[in-house]
DNA sequence: TATTGTTATACTCTATAACTATA
DNA sequence: TATAGTTATAGAGTATAACAATA
């Protein structure tokens, strides 16, 4: 059905191309007015609204990695800027002692809440506001299943990113 | 309709999230295979298939910064990236002697050819087997019409790229 | 031995401002 | 004066590998 091994046809190089102009856009709109309104990069605002949105406030640095940021080193830096700034707290989890347990602080909790809905008008005006409720409906449904099957069947050399990994060789 | 102002609802956040999800799990993913197979980023890659594209092979810098980095300096960092690599050439326009004119060479489009197979099978992997004719359709569909929105209106306090930008103060 | 997280390090990339040259 | 492009520079971010500590 869709000429597997042989290249895009029209429709499918238009898809594919509408995509990741149309979220390349989006995210640089979001970039720039979270660095600007509250000194955010787009990573660290996915920290601390995962953390917002998890039960306490907290997570450990592994579920936090996973879908954030693609290195474990890369969340260390994130999570130690931000602890820096005073945004999120780090301390040792209380049940596995190699774990360490990141919170948001109050202070994080509060930035979030400020940045939000400016956020969100960027987010409107560039994205929400082009589509029909029909429109957005479709959207979800379809990229939704598109996500789940990235999540269930990574590409060829790719190990997922928490579960056991399968090693050939070192 | 929408709420003007106040927070997004369910669905409206599960759409943008979904977006941002994918597009992002998919521009990782052929990041990789990119840099792996051919020692290209993504914003190189693009580059070379717009001039590859482009007729002659040629375009202008700031044709080719238009939508595809977002500061020229970034274009002359790549472009002299690209150069040293031999993948393009650089000289200055016949026509309008400000200009530079950036020229894929015959090794960019040898390596361009010989990326695209693995590039379209990460692509249709991860995305487009995931996805019906119909799906596609629409998708493609929904997009565009937000992809010409975004650049019709450009948001609050962003200049367009290209056109005369106005100006309050320095 | 595997997992969790940190550190050191090197590298890529981006943006700002100052600058040159042409229109 | 405005536009096209480059340069210098500084800063953010990322990944790899080596490491320490716990399971």
Redesign the interface.
């Given at each position: 059905?869709?000429r597997?091994?042989g290249?895009?046809d029209p429709?499918?190089l238009?898809?594919?191309f509408?995509?990741?102009?149309?979220?390349?856009?989006?995210?640089?709109?979001v970039e720039?007015h979270l660095r600007v309104d509250g000194g955010l990069s787009w990573v660290q605002f996915q920290i601390l609204a995962r953390l917002n949105d998890a039960p306490g406030g907290q997570q450990r640095m592994t579920d936090l990695a996973d879908?954030v940021v693609?290195s474990r080193s890369g969340l260390t830096y994130q999570a130690g800027v931000l602890e820096k700034a005073g945004l999120v707290s780090r301390s040792p989890s209380t049940d596995d002692e190699r774990s360490t347990t990141v919170t948001i602080t109050e202070e994080g909790r509060a930035l979030l809440l400020r940045v939000?809905?400016g956020h969100?008008d960027?987010?409107?005006?560039?994205?929400?506001?082009?589509?029909s409720?029909d429109?957005?409906?479709?959207?979800?449904e379809?990229?939704?299943?598109?996500?789940d099957?990235?999540r269930a069947?990574p590409?060829?050399s790719?190990a997922p990113r928490s579960s056991r990994t399968a090693r050939a060789s070192g």
């Open positions: 059905m869709t597997k091994g290249p895009l429709a499918q238009a898809g594919y509408a995509l990741m102009e149309v979220s390349s856009l989006l995210q640089h709109a720039q879908g693609y939000l809905p969100i960027v987010v409107r005006e560039l994205f929400l506001d082009h589509l409720a429109d957005l409906a479709v959207l979800t379809v990229l939704g299943r598109v996500r099957g990235m069947a590409p060829r790719a």
